[in-house]
């Protein structure tokens, strides 16, 4: 079981940027990847940046090179820097686990960006 909690979402204009965290409530170390989902209304979720265990990461097309994902171990936290934000990047964020075939999810924080 993990425990996930996502924080630092919230209203950006257009280009500006944001640091979104995710808390594990255990060792992320052992956890196979940790990703960031979004979804926007009327939408399906889907997989904006993943990292596994080994350090490997994939991006969504559409956020490559504005976009990184990382992770603390010693914190038990991953990261989302999301840089040039565009309205189209408005939605909710959630933080994933996915452990031995299980997956886990947090509540999700809002990022909105607009002027």
């Known amino acids: 079981q993990v425990q996930l909690v996502e924080s630092g979402g919230g209203l950006v204009q257009p280009g500006g940027s944001l640091r979104l965290s995710c808390a594990a409530s255990r060792n992320i170390f052992s956890i196979n990847a940790m990703g960031w989902y979004r979804q926007a209304p009327g939408k399906q979720r889907e997989l904006v940046a993943r990292?596994?265990?080994?350090?490997?990461?994939n991006y969504a097309d559409s956020v490559k090179d504005r976009f990184t994902i990382s992770r603390d171990n010693a914190k038990n936290t991953v990261y989302l820097q999301m840089n040039s934000l565009k309205p189209e990047d408005t939605a909710v964020y959630l933080c994933?686990?996915?452990?031995?075939?299980?997956?886990?999810w947090g509540q999700g924080t809002q990022v909105t960006v607009s002027s």
């Open positions: 990292i596994r265990s080994g350090g490997s990461t």
């Open positions: 994933n686990a996915w452990s031995w075939g299980t997956d886990y």
